[in-house]
């Protein structure tokens, strides 16, 4: 049975018919992969459309397919769910936006790595905006940036592809507790620290966050290659 749509503090379609929500609140994690999995079979069957959608979830844990339990240090910490996205450990929790981006690639190209270089730049110039210089790393995974002399990492990639529709997308850390990091390796990578945009003096909240990622809505549909042949 397709899971009861979450509620939302607003939600339309923009040009493109992709749905754009915000969700109040802290949306429990269960309830976020079952809303994701019916979403992405009715996008897959022309019955619902494509979705941006914004969140926040309470304190836990996500393992990703390549996760390794050395990296869990605090397993009993917080919850740990197994998310079925790609990487290895990450946190989710309040202060954290996160956001689910559920696109029909069977439409827009059929390029998965397109898709994933498509939404790191679209993080990254949202991040350019707020006046927060970040970037993509050769061979590391995420969104970093440079932190008190350091470079650490301010957000998360994790993505999955069913039948050309992606589901999981991004974590960006507005102003989290940053202790909650240490119950893991976050994406297993021990090397480097974690920061936040509080913590590199950008006091902001989810409102000029979302309302950056939604002015770049455009380009990053515009980088995904239409397919010749539609879906």
């Known amino acids: 049975m397709p899971a009861t749509p979450l509620p939302d503090a607003y939600a339309y379609a923009d040009t493109d018919a992709i749905e754009w929500r915000v969700s109040p609140g802290r949306v429990p994690y269960p309830d976020a992969l079952a809303e994701m999995e019916a979403r992405a079979e009715a996008i897959r069957a022309g019955t619902a459309p494509e979705l941006v959608w914004l969140l926040e979830h309470p304190p836990l844990y996500t ?28 946190y989710h929790g309040p202060g954290q936006r996160i956001g689910y981006v559920l696109i029909d690639l069977a439409a827009r190209g059929r390029d998965i790595r397109a898709f994933v270089h498509g939404l790191e730049g679209w993080v990254i110039e949202t991040l350019g905006l707020l006046g927060v210089a970040a970037r993509r790393e050769a061979g590391r995974v995420g969104i970093w940036t440079d932190a008190h002399g350091r470079e650490a990492k301010v957000g998360a990639i ?27 390796v976050p994406c297993g990578l021990p090397d480097f620290a974690v920061t936040s945009l509080a913590d590199l003096g950008k006091p902001l909240g989810f409102e000029a966050f979302d309302a950056a990622l939604r002015a770049g809505l455009p380009g990053f549909l515009e980088g995904l290659r239409p397919s010749p042949h539609g879906s």
């Open 63 to 90: 393992a990703g397919t390549s996760a390794v339990t050395d990296d869990l240090l605090s397993p009993d910490r917080f919850p740990v769910y197994h998310a079925g996205r790609g990487g290895k450990y990450t």
């Open 158 to 184: 994790g993505v999955r592809v069913r039948r050309w529709v992606t589901f999981h997308g991004f974590a960006v850390n507005i102003a989290p507790d940053l202790s909650h990091f240490g119950g893991i």
